[in-house]
């Protein structure tokens, strides 16, 4: 529940930062410009959000008979989760890798990658397929993907907004005040949108663990599985959009250094430690 209201907050305080920055930079007639942005996009990214990331991945259909393990494990969760059997795909990458799609239940698909099916045993892969069967119960890929439309429109504002002042519309907004509170926005706007679709990623990803622990009734399996998968992209990463990476279990591109603090994924440590802290029935 904590989780959820926190996902809340944060999606509330997104719509807001749009909300203000469209009017901002965008002037009297910003907020219907921004509202009709989001709107569009919402709509979009609702319909089609398995379908585009079917395409991005270049997954495709996988036949039971090629993976009669991994449509086993599935039909279980479902049993389990109470939810319906999801439409399964392939990924064809080496690396062990996994991700859920689609606007609710009925409409869901899971990706597995080729790695994923040939390297982990049943007990870890079925706690890989437990998590995405999380955040479909838990509708967190319609969640983060509204997430990542509502950052991206505000970099196009943001952007739209640098255009105009480039262009003369600084030099009409008069006073010197107004220009650097519209400076200020351009550069912090994205940025804190970039970091709260990281804290929202990051929320759902330990709430899908835990759910995924309860739907496996095995905790082991997943964090075991975590740990090989985090092993081998830190060795070899995806290559992969970077705007499908929050997608998956793991985060399939590198994430040392810098770039893993904005990472849309927790610390692997952290998220094995839960898992091992949990006390599942």
Same mark, same amino acid.
């Given at each position: 529940?904590?989780?959820?209201?926190?996902?809340?907050?944060?999606?509330?305080?997104?719509?807001?930062?749009?909300?203000?920055?469209?009017?901002?930079?965008?002037?009297?007639?910003?907020?219907?410009?921004?509202?009709?942005?989001?709107?569009?996009?919402?709509?979009?990214?609702?319909?089609?959000?398995?379908?585009?990331?079917?395409?991005?991945?270049?997954?495709?259909?996988?036949?039971?008979?090629?993976?009669?393990?991994?449509?086993?494990?599935?039909?279980?969760?479902?049993?389990?989760?109470?939810?319906?059997?999801?439409?399964?795909? !392939?990924?064809?990458?080496? *690396?062990?890798?996994?991700?859920? =799609?689609? /606007?609710? %239940?009925?409409?869901?698909?899971? $990706?597995?990658?080729?790695?994923?099916?040939?390297?982990?045993?049943?007990?870890?892969?079925?706690?890989?397929?437990?998590?995405?069967?999380?955040?479909?119960?838990?509708?967190?890929?319609?969640?983060?993907?509204?997430?990542?439309?509502?950052?991206?429109?505000?970099?196009?504002?943001?952007?739209?907004?640098?255009?105009?002042?480039?262009?003369?519309?600084?030099?009409?907004?008069?006073?010197?005040?107004?220009?650097?509170?519209?400076?200020?926005?351009?550069?912090?706007?994205?940025?804190?949108?970039?970091?709260?679709?990281?804290?929202?990623?990051?929320?759902?990803?330990?709430?899908?663990?835990?759910?995924?622990?309860?739907?496996?009734?095995?905790?082991?399996? !997943?964090?075991?599985?975590? *740990?090989?998968?985090?092993?081998? =992209?830190? /060795?070899? %990463?995806?290559?992969?959009?970077? $705007?499908?990476?929050?997608?998956?279990?793991?985060?399939?591109?590198?994430?040392?250094?810098?770039?893993?603090?904005?990472?849309?994924?927790?610390?692997?440590?952290?998220?094995?430690?839960?898992?091992?802290?949990?006390?599942?029935?």
């Amino acid at each position: 529940m904590i989780n959820h209201i926190k996902t809340m907050f944060l999606m509330i305080f997104l719509t807001i930062i749009l909300l203000v920055a469209g009017e901002l930079l965008l002037g009297d007639g910003g907020i219907v410009i921004a509202l009709f942005v989001a709107v569009v996009l919402n709509f979009f990214a609702y319909w089609y959000s398995d379908k585009m990331a079917i395409m991005m991945t270049r997954s495709r259909p996988l036949k039971e008979s090629d993976a009669p393990q991994v449509y086993e494990a599935v039909r279980e969760l479902a049993a389990n989760s109470n939810l319906p059997m999801p439409r399964i795909f !392939l990924m064809p990458t080496e *690396q062990p890798n996994a991700f859920a =799609a689609g /606007r609710n %239940p009925a409409n869901s698909v899971v $990706a597995v990658t080729q790695g994923l099916v040939s390297m982990l045993n049943q007990r870890e892969l079925k706690g890989v397929l437990a998590h995405e069967m999380a955040h479909i119960r838990n509708r967190d890929i319609l969640v983060s993907t509204v997430a990542a439309v509502i950052a991206g429109a505000l970099m196009v504002i943001a952007r739209f907004g640098m255009y105009g002042m480039m262009f003369g519309g600084g030099r009409r907004d008069g006073h010197p005040a107004l220009l650097l509170i519209k400076l200020g926005a351009m550069i912090l706007a994205p940025i804190v949108a970039i970091l709260i679709r990281m804290a929202i990623s990051r929320t759902r990803e330990y709430q899908a663990d835990a759910t995924g622990a309860t739907f496996a009734r095995d905790p082991e399996g !997943l964090a075991s599985a975590l *740990q090989k998968m985090e092993s081998y =992209a830190r /060795r070899r %990463p995806l290559q992969v959009n970077e $705007a499908a990476s929050h997608m998956f279990i793991v985060n399939p591109l590198s994430a040392k250094g810098l770039s893993g603090l904005f990472s849309t994924h927790p610390p692997i440590e952290d998220r094995i430690k839960r898992l091992r802290s949990l006390n599942v029935i």
